[in-house]
T-cell receptor, first 115, second 113 residues
Framework: AQTVTQSQPEMSVQEAETVTLSCTYD???????LFWYKQPPSRQMILVIRQEAYKQQNATENRFSVNFQKAAKSFSLKISDSQLGDTAMYFC????????????FGTGTRLKVLA | DAGVIQSPRHEVTEMGQEVTLRCKPISGHNSLFWYRQTMMRGLELLIYFNNNVPIDDSGMPEDRFSAKMPNASFSTLKIQPSEPRDSAVYFC???????????FGQGTRLTVV
């Protein structure tokens, strides 16, 4: 069975600073996807970034980038130049590429960006 | 694109009543997922469909829960009878195929009193 662990329940960062959210996962599969979703107070789940396990290059999306360490089963999210609008819950998620397609979500990290 | 549309956004009902949650996936998306979010259990997949066919309903908690997808543009999640422990936020998500990223609706906050 796959598991996803987010060990930081809450974090805060000053506006314009950089913050890194941690995520580790466990699987015996070699092909899978990893995602970071953002859930602001509006409750909407918004896809931030996606990483395919077969790709060695770390995904980036504007101010958001990941550090994907396949051997260590680690998938951290770095937010550069933090903005007040980044305040939200952040969920790490895992999905296989075949077979069972359900996302396994972590418990989330509540990020607060301080002015 | 309007995104995944869920209705209602909020629902308050009395224990024992039937509740129906609705979802319109993104046009052209072939896969649809229903999730439940609670403080205690986080985000859990209840059921998912591919090409309108239920593929895996192992996450549906009890027989009181049922889901249908009569066509590619509409799905319902029904709880009958509802109980206070069903109170949660219910999300619908859709994806182009089973192995592409899912886009979520804004969720329905259900409160059963």
């Amino acid at each position: 069975a796959q598991t996803v662990t987010q060990s930081q329940p809450e974090m805060s960062v000053q506006e314009a600073e950089t913050v890194t959210l941690s995520c580790t996962y466990d699987t015996s599969e070699s092909n899978y996807y990893l995602f970071w979703y953002k859930q602001p107070p509006s409750r909407q789940m918004i896809l931030v970034i996606r990483q395919e396990a077969y790709k060695q290059q770390n995904a980036t999306e504007n101010r958001f980038s990941v550090n994907f360490q396949k051997a260590a089963k680690s998938f951290s999210l770095k937010i550069s130049d933090s903005q007040l609008g980044d305040t939200a819950m952040y969920f790490c998620a895992f999905s296989l590429t075949s077979g069972t397609y359900k996302y396994i979500f972590g418990t989330g990290t509540r990020l607060k960006v301080l002015a | 694109d309007a995104g995944v549309i869920q209705s209602p956004r909020h629902e308050v009902t009395e224990m024992g009543q039937e509740v129906t949650l609705r979802c319109k996936p993104i046009s052209g998306h072939n896969s649809l997922f229903w999730y439940r979010q609670t403080m205690m259990r986080g985000l859990e997949l209840l059921i998912y469909f591919n090409n309108n066919v239920p593929i895996d309903d192992s996450g549906m908690p009890e027989d009181r829960f049922s889901a249908k997808m009569p066509n590619a543009s509409f799905s319902t999640l029904k709880i009958q009878p509802s109980e206070p422990r069903d109170s949660a936020v219910y999300f619908c998500a859709s994806s182009r195929t089973l192995d592409t990223e899912a886009f979520f609706g804004q969720g329905t906050r259900l409160t059963v009193v």
